[in-house]
């Protein structure tokens, strides 16, 4: 019997995404423990229910009529005034005061201490599925916030800090993170905006162009600028805060250009700023600004990776349910064979890409919350290289299943009545934020040279492999064993190249990386599965390595492979599998 019945529902909406999404549920499992297991969980279930009903209907009219930007008023004055339709403002109130941001960094009633950042990720993941769009700006306050949290210093930084963690949406401040210029692009060191100090001590006036500004009228923008003197490149950018507008109401010296006509995340206002001699307030010290960005930085590519994961969750769900109710020549079409094993291998997808992404999370939150340097640094280390890929590898994707899902909705799929539509145009930015697949491939080789990140990576892999030890994981795991040696072998090749040489490299590695760790977690996840009495996971984690890491001959055509129609209810509807029968029979004594 299927756990999840996809028949009974219309469409992929008015249902708890929470309580309809094992595969969350079980990651954040995976990586909260005790209390906070179990606020996270009374919080993102409330939160599912948002998310799968109101957020997810107003997405819809939102990407219809969204933000629309107001640059001067009646008689030529400049009043960067961006509109918003009250349905966006509804569900901005829904994720902010569920606590999306605020419970990180304050303790939600009831509790001692806040939760984890794994916590926030959550949430972002479950706004995605119905608005990845919105997730952009909540992110990014995220981001202000935690940057103001650890570097920020002085009563006006400190109010910043206070109203982008508020929990009261109309006392809230949102964040937003400027650093694109028309001609640096990725190369953040070719910043040209330049900051001069005034008379008062950490105020400075800032002007430069950014070109591509999410989230355009934030009240608390975090932008990078060069002050006079300071040297070439990233090591002399300074970090600053840009107010909209001034503690008196009045508007900040920078005009607001335009709105981007984007394909998709119509929800965010991403436009161009001229900054024209705007009050800049510095965070930190001089010249340190692109070091202290970079921790606002991995936040933001860990949230890429949830809204990736919440696209595909929702697109999968999508597809899913179109099959269960979809007849053609008499039968639904999920009962054909090739649509079994398309909807398996995207259900496989899924669980693959949220379990590497909130692995990656927790060493965010091991690195936040480490008790001494030592720790930090372990953490770190194994950060640099799973975030990265991360963001790499779930925004590609997000873009894919996305698009197969509107393949499967037919032509349906394909206009803008169907939410898959917009699904598809939201993943394809993806892969673009916060660096493309080009950029993330070389800062995995930049981790690896300069943190030696590759030693916790094998360390962690060699752990996953350690812990499962059922038999119904060991042909998968004397697979993964086997291109675990592999991958060290190629790292090791890897350090003999020159930096052309090992450039031309850095993507297959990001690839090979990304599929040896999440069959290695795969294996453990499905070890803590098997223990509880369920094999369904045990039956992902082999189908992703015979489909990701063992090349099978003739193409597989000549394997008779019949894993999708055997398994079709284990791993598409969830169904519970006793570990018995995944496990290879023991032979025969003689």
Not at 54 to 63: E, F
Not at 163 to 190: H, I, K, N, P
Not at 193 to 212: I, Q, S
């Amino acid at each position: 019997m299927s756990d999840l019945d996809y028949a009974a529902l219309d469409r992929g909406r008015h249902v708890n995404y929470h309580a309809y999404d094992p595969t969350l549920r079980r990651a954040v499992d995976r990586v909260l423990d005790g209390d906070d297991h179990a606020a996270a969980t009374e919080r993102l279930r409330a939160f599912g229910e948002h998310a799968g009903h109101t957020i997810a209907d107003h997405a819809d009219y939102v990407d219809d009529h969204g933000p629309e930007l107001r640059t001067y008023g009646d008689h030529g004055d400049v009043v960067n005034d961006v509109r918003y339709p009250a349905e966006l403002h509804e569900e901005a109130r829904l994720a902010y005061e569920s606590g999306m941001v605020a419970d990180v960094f304050d303790a939600p009633d009831g509790r001692e201490d806040p939760l984890p950042f794994t916590h926030h990720f959550a949430m972002g993941y479950l706004l995605s599925m119905s608005d990845a769009g919105l997730y952009c700006p909540v992110s990014m306050t995220a981001g202000v916030a935690l940057v103001l949290d650890k570097y920020g210093d002085g009563d006006a930084l400190d109010r910043f800090l206070a109203e982008t963690t508020s929990r009261d949406y109309d006392a809230l401040s949102e964040g937003a993170m400027f650093l694109t210029e028309e001609q640096g692009g990725s190369d953040v060191g070719a910043t040209e905006t330049v900051a001069d100090p005034t008379d008062e001590p950490g105020v400075y006036e800032l002007t430069g162009e950014k070109w591509f500004c999410s989230n355009i009228d934030a009240q608390a923008t975090l932008a990078l600028a060069r002050t006079p003197d300071a040297p070439e490149g990233t090591k002399g950018l300074s970090l600053f805060v840009v107010p909209h507008e001034h503690e008196n109401g009045e508007l900040n010296d920078q005009l607001y250009r335009r709105l981007k006509d984007k394909l998709g995340t119509i929800s965010v206002p991403t436009g161009e700023v001229e900054l024209t001699g705007a009050t800049g307030l510095l965070v930190g010290e001089e010249s340190r600004g692109f070091k202290m960005m970079t921790d606002m930085l991995n936040l933001e590519r860990l949230a890429n990776a949830s809204a990736s994961c919440g696209i595909i969750a929702r697109a999968r769900l999508e597809a899913t349910v179109q099959a269960a109710n979809r007849e053609a020549f008499g039968n639904p079409i999920e009962e054909y064979p090739l649509m079994r094993q398309d909807l398996v291998d995207m259900a496989v997808d899924h669980e693959a890409a949220t379990a590497f992404t909130f692995a990656a999370a927790a060493t965010f939150d091991r690195r936040e919350n480490a008790a001494d340097d030592g720790e930090r640094e372990d953490a770190y280390r194994l950060m640099r290289a799973l975030v990265p890929i991360a963001k790499y590898r779930t925004g590609r994707m997000a873009v894919d299943t996305a698009s197969y899902a509107m393949e499967i909705l037919g032509g349906n799929g394909y206009v803008n009545d169907f939410v898959t539509n917009r699904l598809l145009r939201d993943a394809q930015v993806l892969p673009i934020w916060e660096g493309t697949s080009n950029i993330l491939s070389l800062d995995l080789l930049r981790a690896l040279d300069r943190e030696d990140a590759h030693e916790p990576l094998l360390e962690r892999i060699q752990s996953h492999l350690d812990t499962a030890t059922h038999d119904a994981l060991a042909d998968a795991t004397a697979v993964v064993e086997a291109e675990y040696a592999e991958l060290g072998g190629a790292l090791a090749h890897l350090g003999t190249l020159d930096g052309e040489a090992a450039q031309l490299k850095a993507k297959d590695l990001a690839d090979y990386v990304f599929d040896v760790y999440t069959a290695s977690l795969l294996c453990e996840m499905a070890q803590r599965d098997l223990e509880d009495g369920d094999g369904r996971l045990a039956l992902v984690a082999r189908r992703f390595v015979d489909t990701h890491l063992d090349a099978a001959s003739g193409r597989g055509i000549t394997d008779d492979d019949r894993f999708s129609l055997e398994h079709f209810d284990a791993v598409v509807k969830h169904a519970t599998v006793d570990p018995e029968r995944v496990t290879p029979a023991a032979p025969a004594d003689d």
